[in-house]
């Protein structure tokens, strides 16, 4: 096999607290991650040599930082011959929109080179390098709906509902730097157990990042205005994309065609098993 075409799922936060902030400047969460049916497109072909191509490139990201080149990069020293990769991105999923795409593009390039090189390093010892690329990096690699603590990185999978969403990015691009930096964000919410959250369920679920949010970036505010008047409403990670929960694939295309001009919206199916696992029949 020296080709793949495989998909880069995006992610919700189904729920997100933050309980404290570390020394190092990180913040411990906790917080339900889910996959969805939809996301971006990557394709790789093997090269016999060890260069690493990425078209089209994104716009103000040099390649060489773009965590998808950075992926290829770890793996290439547990390979015992030259190798390198040509990939292709269809881009779907905004930068800056709390949806993982970044970091789901990570995992993806290390699941499909780890195939496609014949390294056979698993996806524990996968999901190891991919910390070092980004803390959602593991729970992509893994592929399993989970609840997570630390900084993201101590995952258990979880079986969670898997409702259909509708999720709008207002356009704009959040800085999560700039959100965890703000003094007026919640960092004291009382840790929970995970069975604690399962039972409370959606109903009880929020985000502590989105009064912050809502403060920062009126356009993130106006799309929860106007979507929780339809349905109940969340932010995912920092956002700005803001997602609501629905019963039916018809509810979720009837609210899609009431979306304002100016906002980008697509509906997706919840997953608990990631598509790209799905795709490279891992589960």
């Given amino acids: 096999m020296t080709a793949l075409t495989l998909p880069a799922p995006a992610k919700l936060n189904r729920m997100l607290h933050i309980t404290g902030r570390r020394d190092d400047g990180y913040h411990e969460l906790q917080t339900l991650f889910q996959f969805l049916d939809h996301g971006d497109t990557l ?36 390979s015992q011959r030259p190798l390198g990769a040509d990939i292709q991105l269809q881009k779907r999923l905004p930068m800056g929109g709390g949806l993982g795409g970044g970091s789901s593009d990570a995992a993806t390039t290390l699941l499909a080179l780890d195939r496609l090189w014949g390294l056979e390093l698993g996806l524990e010892r996968l999901a190891e390098l991919g910390l070092q690329l980004g803390a959602d990096v593991p729970v992509f690699v893994r592929g399993r709906a989970a609840w997570a603590e630390g900084i993201g990185e101590r995952l258990t999978p979880v079986s969670l509902d898997t409702p259909w969403f509708v999720v709008i990015h207002p356009g704009i691009e ?110």
């Fill in 43 to 78: 394709t790789f072909q093997v090269r016999e040599d060890n260069q690493v191509t990425l078209s089209p490139s994104l716009s103000g990201v040099v390649d060489e930082d773009n965590l998808i080149v950075r992926a290829a990069r770890l793996l290439q020293p547990y």
């Fill in 174 to 283: 959040v800085s999560t730097p700039r959100v965890f930096g703000a003094p007026q964000l919640t960092r004291n919410t009382p840790p929970i157990s995970m069975a604690r959250a399962l039972q409370e369920g959606p109903e009880a679920w929020r985000n502590d990042c989105e009064p912050v949010v809502r403060q920062l970036y009126p356009e993130v505010n106006d799309a929860l205005g106007w979507l929780s008047g339809l349905a109940p409403t969340l932010l995912t990670g920092t956002g700005a994309c803001v997602f609501c929960r629905l019963t039916s694939e018809d509810e979720a295309s009837s609210i899609l065609g009431r979306v304002r001009s100016g906002w980008t919206a697509f509906m997706a199916h919840g997953c608990n098993t990631s598509p790209l696992h799905q795709a490279l029949g891992l589960f």
